[in-house]
């Protein structure tokens, strides 16, 4: 028998282990089964895993279960990401914090410093992987990747190696996004923007004037910019030079004619800082213009600024306006002027563009043999496309799919605008260039390959590659054979069709990520992956919202008590109940709000199923019935079976069809939803309670396996423990069971309407009890009139007796009128209550008249609050929508309050 009470902190360690020692998660290559693959997003090594990582786990161990149980060969391939900037920061604030070493790279060098990311990696890892078997998640740990592997390194220097003799990448001088506090680059998608407030100046600049938030940045201006069909400026003509007075003295001044001004801003002409502006840098390029750098790597101004070289940025910006303004140069300031700053996603520092050498993927070079479909056979010619081509056309042709479609929308804006990647970063923890330098007396040597090259004085290229470089390899890198990739005599082709998992299991099925690493990563992997292995990376891509409180703010580290910690929740609630609050209310690429209340309701939830299982087994065990013994339920029995049987077995059939149909087309949300209101509503408060005293033993034990098999995806703990108490002999564990199948021959639609009929005369004599404030323990009187259902509710007379709790129920086919009597009328039915005797009218009514009282005092002051200008205008939104809510809230309580005094006459 089941323990009273279900305790998760007691079953759920256990119950892991067992499917682990199943063998249970391991995926077989050699099978001859459909696959379904998922590659899970590997977290970064650098500690505990949040609700993003909580979140992303529930719904692919949802797909993965679902996948095994319909046959499929379904493997979750779990893995971590070295997380080169997050991972290197991390450490050396740890080694400056513990160790009081200012500066760790100069003070341990490269070789250690490594080795000490590698000994926190190694530790964080261990973390990560329990926390991640703390949420039931059924991945395969016998394939465990990590983006440092070595068999991942050696895809990582075969893709660069081949990328750069296609000419895909090169190496050269342009504008890129500097963090001067992690010293290193950022792509333009590891950005984020954010609004400050700062002060616009307007500058005379000779005859014109211009308009900056960074004077700075002016030092090199010597190019003035307006927009060729600008009436202002037509006597102007392009490659006109004058001279002017400037921050250090004169300087002579050229004019640039370009399309690119918009005349709408400021005073429709600017002067261009190349080095400093990806649009001004773009612009010098189109027109051969000089670059001069004016700030630093460290963010301090050089020589060029004269008297304020050396000065960091903030510091010279106001000074510079002094001397302006001192010179009469200043026209005017904006001081409310707001603009966006970027910033860097990882270090946060803001990010100051810079021109410098780097390596960089151009993604505009037409190289790529690509058929207009990836799915395409035979006949279909292939054509060379560059790689922001193939990225366009594998959502565009359907190959990909995007979960919500909304998004392909935002991944074709970005797609559209994207730029040369700068792969190359300055720091010392990820994978490093495979580029090795050589310099002789007579000559310099480069040396691009996968291995070192032979002979010495080859110095390898000191930069690491972009995290994303190696990330975008994850969904193939992870199933190539890491035996196979110690054999340097293979290629990466030889590598790919000799990989049995790799042959099995890719393109992978689904990806499923958060929206907000939908450039940073989903992009990066369609962009690397079809260019590697001619293959898309994945069929699907499921797009999950941000996790927020219950106000609808984004959870921050800084806010701790606004912030749900899973490892805190687990053991309090269960990782089911965590699971199933974060799964259900949530639709793909929504936000969503999760609070403590909610995670405590699908723990009763979790009881619910829990006590109802304890119900069925003392219903058995009262019937001398061993669960273990039942047999499939055998469809010739029905004819013994009650109308709550054939009505609820019918029912279970639109579960099961519908839950199927909802997890294969990824309506995870609509899924949990439909199976909480068919276990709680139908199964636990209707059918459970007419059972009783009429139970069916076989019936009892069908449904409920069957509902432990639909929910399992979503709560795989609690139903593997029942599913111990009611398995047939020999069954083997919940998770390798198949998924339920529709029985048509249980379909009875006759019966559900049939039952849903008493239903609603059982809930109308409540509703009735409930709004008349009869004692909830008294015994009532019925009167039922209806010509078409006389003999379906005599047939289930004992059922409405007992659950409406009556003393006495008359049914019959002629309608009369009652007097003193609470009614409802239903479609074809009427329900009356006499309340002669059932309730002290008198004291009923002065009841009833102090309430009406008390609400419409209380609505005349809303009125008066919401009829109030003031209070309207000047008032939050929520609050005013609060009030109108109250408004709404007042009126219906009244509406029956008037009704009760009417019905009491």
């Not at 001088?173 to 992690?182: A, C, G, L, S, T």
């Not at 099995?504 to 499923?512: A, I, Q």
């Not at 609509?670 to 059972?691: A, K, M, N, P, T």
Request: proline share 4%; with cysteine; charged share 30%.
């Amino acid at each position: 028998m089941l323990p009273k009470a279900y305790d998760p902190q007691g079953t759920e360690d256990r119950i892991y282990k067992m499917w682990e020692e199943s063998g249970a998660f391991k995926a077989d290559a050699s099978s001859d089964k459909e696959s379904f693959t998922v590659s899970m997003p590997p977290p970064n090594a650098t500690g505990q895993l949040h609700l993003g990582h909580a979140v992303m786990l529930a719904l692919e161990d949802i797909f993965i279960r679902f996948a095994r149980a319909q046959g499929k060969e379904a493997l979750w391939l779990p893995g971590t990401d070295h997380a080169a900037i997050a991972t290197e920061s991390v450490v050396i604030k740890k080694i400056q914090e513990e160790e009081k070493i200012p500066d760790p790279r100069a003070s341990l060098g490269r070789e250690e410093l490594i080795k000490r990311i590698a000994h926190f990696v190694s530790e964080s890892q261990d973390t990560i992987r329990s926390q991640v078997r703390k949420m039931g998640s059924s991945c395969d740990w016998s394939r465990e990747r990590y983006t440092m592997d070595k068999s991942l390194n050696r895809c990582v220097n075969e893709v660069f190696t081949k990328m750069y003799k296609d000419g895909l990448i090169y190496r050269g001088h342009r504008i890129v996004n500097w963090d001067p506090k992690m010293q290193t680059t950022v792509s333009d998608d590891e950005i984020e923007y954010r609004e400050e407030k700062a002060p616009f100046y307007t500058f005379q600049y000779g005859p014109f004037q211009i308009g900056t938030s960074r004077p700075e940045t002016k030092f090199g201006d010597k190019y003035v910019v307006m927009h060729p069909d600008d009436p202002r400026y037509e006597k102007y003509e392009n490659g006109d030079q004058f001279e002017c007075e400037w921050i250090n003295g004169k300087i002579k001044a050229n004019i640039i004619k370009d399309k690119v001004i918009d005349m709408e801003f400021g005073t429709g002409c600017m002067t261009i800082t190349p080095w400093h502006d990806h649009v001004d840098f773009d612009l010098a390029e189109r027109h051969e213009l000089d670059k001069e750098q004016i700030i630093d790597f460290e963010g301090k101004l050089l020589p060029i600024a004269d008297e304020f070289a050396g000065m960091p940025i903030e510091e010279a910006r106001t000074k510079i306006v002094e001397k302006l303004d001192k010179k009469g140069l200043l026209v005017s300031t904006d001081e409310d002027y707001v603009h966006r700053v970027a910033v860097s996603y990882r270090g946060k520092g803001k990010v100051e563009p810079q021109i410098k050498e780097q390596w960089f993927i151009d993604v505009n070079k037409p190289v790529i043999e690509w058929p207009s479909s990836a799915k395409a056979t035979g006949g279909k010619k292939k054509k060379n496309m560059s790689l922001k081509e193939v990225m366009q056309d594998v959502v565009r042709s359907g190959d990909i799919k995007i979960i919500p479609d909304r998004f392909g929308k935002v991944y074709f804006h970005w797609i559209d605008n994207l730029r040369d990647w700068c792969i190359s970063r300055q720091i010392w923890w990820g994978h490093r260039i495979p580029v090795w330098h050589k310099e002789d007396k007579d000559s310099k040597k480069m040396h691009v390959g996968v291995q070192e090259p032979e002979g010495d004085g080859w110095k390898q290229d000191p930069d690491t590659l972009d995290t994303w470089f190696s990330s975008g390899l994850w969904t193939w890198s992870t199933l190539i054979d890491p035996d196979l990739a110690d054999d340097h005599s293979l290629s990466l082709q030889d590598l790919l069709d000799k990989s049995p998992d790799f042959q099995k299991f890719h393109p992978t099925s689904v990806m499923e990520t958060g929206y907000d690493i939908l450039f940073f990563w989903v992009a990066r992997m369609i962009l690397m992956t079809t260019y590697a292995t001619g293959q898309i990376p994945f069929e699907t891509v499921y797009l999950h919202g941000l996790i927020r409180t219950r106000d609808g703010a984004k959870m921050s580290k800084s806010d701790p008590s606004s912030c749900i910690d899973p490892l805190e929740i687990i053991p309090k609630y269960g990782a089911d109940a965590l699971r199933l609050s974060m799964i259900v209310g949530q639709s793909p690429g929504n936000d969503s709000r999760l609070f403590e209340e909610k995670i405590a309701g699908y723990r009763n939830f979790v009881n619910k199923l829990w006590n109802a299982s304890r119900f069925v087994l003392m219903t058995c065990e009262n019937e001398g019935v061993d669960p273990h013994e039942v047999e499939s339920l055998k469809v010739e029995k029905s004819k013994s079976l009650s109308l709550a049987d054939r009505a609820l077995l019918s029912a279970l059939q639109d579960v099961i069809e519908d839950v199927t149909k909802g997890l294969e087309e990824y309506r995870l949300s609509e899924v949990g939803e439909r199976l909480y209101s068919f276990i709680w509503d139908y199964f636990c408060d209707w059918y459970l309670e007419l059972s009783k005293g009429q139970a069916n033993c076989d019936v009892l034990v069908h449904v409920l396996r069957t509902i432990v098999k639909l929910l399992h995806p979503y709560c795989p703990f609690v139903t593997e423990e029942l599913w111990a108490q009611i398995s047939s002999d020999d069954s083997g564990i919940l998770m390798k069971q198949l998924w339920p199948e529709v029985d048509k021959k249980l379909k009875d639609q006759k019966s559900q309407d049939e039952l849903q009929i008493v239903i609603d005369v059982i809930t109308a004599i409540r509703s009735i009890r409930a709004d008349n404030g009869l004692d909830q323990g008294a015994k009532l009187e019925v009167i039922i009139h209806t010509k078409d259902h006389v003999d379906l509710l005599e047939s289930q007379r004992d059922h409405i007796m007992r659950m409406g709790r009556l003393s006495d129920l008359k049914i019959d086919a002629v309608s009369v009128q009652h007097e003193n009597a609470a009614s409802m009328f239903l479609k074809g039915i009427e329900v009356h209550v006499p309340l002669e005797g059932a309730i002290d009218v008198d004291k009923e009514k002065a009841k009833l008249a102090k309430e009406k009282e008390s609400l419409e005092k209380f609505l005349k002051g809303i009125n008066s609050k919401l009829g109030n200008e003031r209070f309207i205008s000047s008032a939050p939104e929520d609050v005013v929508k609060l009030e109108r809510d109250k408004l709404k809230s007042v009126k219906e309580k009244l509406e029956k309050v008037d009704e009760r005094l009417k019905v009491l006459g």
